[in-house]
């Protein structure tokens, strides 16, 4: 299998295990760029800098397509048992490794987990303790469709 998710620097991994939460929401790029500029001037500026962890997506839809229930539950299992490999991931969810591994390799880009490689093994690791999601619900945002009672 082809594996095309950027490893981390052991560096990164221990701030990551550092955090015990993950914060989501969902932002405009705009949105984002803009948060990104902020914190780059504050940190010129000598400024703190609110370092929790954060993804972003910029859509509801992208973020409800990735964080499904069934997700959601991979993850959960994850942390629960601490597989020793993919395939032990697979056997614990009762799923094709193919498609653990694809998940999996998903989740490491968007950091939501990393892996630990011991030999050939690829240990999959949850890094938060607690997932956050932060969705901001903006009546002056446009979005006028209104849901029947």
Partial sequence: ???????????????FRAESTLVVTVKSSSEFHDDITDGVEALEQGDAVDSTPRLSFT??????????????????????EEPA?????????????KIVHEELSRLAQLCIIFF????????????????????????EAGDTDTAAP
Avoid: C
């Fill in 1 to 15: 299998m082809n594996d095309i998710t950027p490893s981390l620097h052991p560096m990164e991994r221990e701030q």
């Fill in 59 to 80: 859509s509801y839809d992208n973020l409800m397509e990735t964080l499904t229930p069934r997700v959601l539950g991979f993850i959960e299992a994850i942390r629960r």
């Fill in 85 to 97: 490999s993919i395939n032990e991931t697979a056997r614990g969810v009762d799923r094709d490794v």
């Fill in 116 to 139: 630990e490689e011991d030999g050939q093994s690829k240990r999959p690791a949850v890094w938060f303790d607690e997932l956050v999601i932060t969705l901001l619900l903006d009546p």
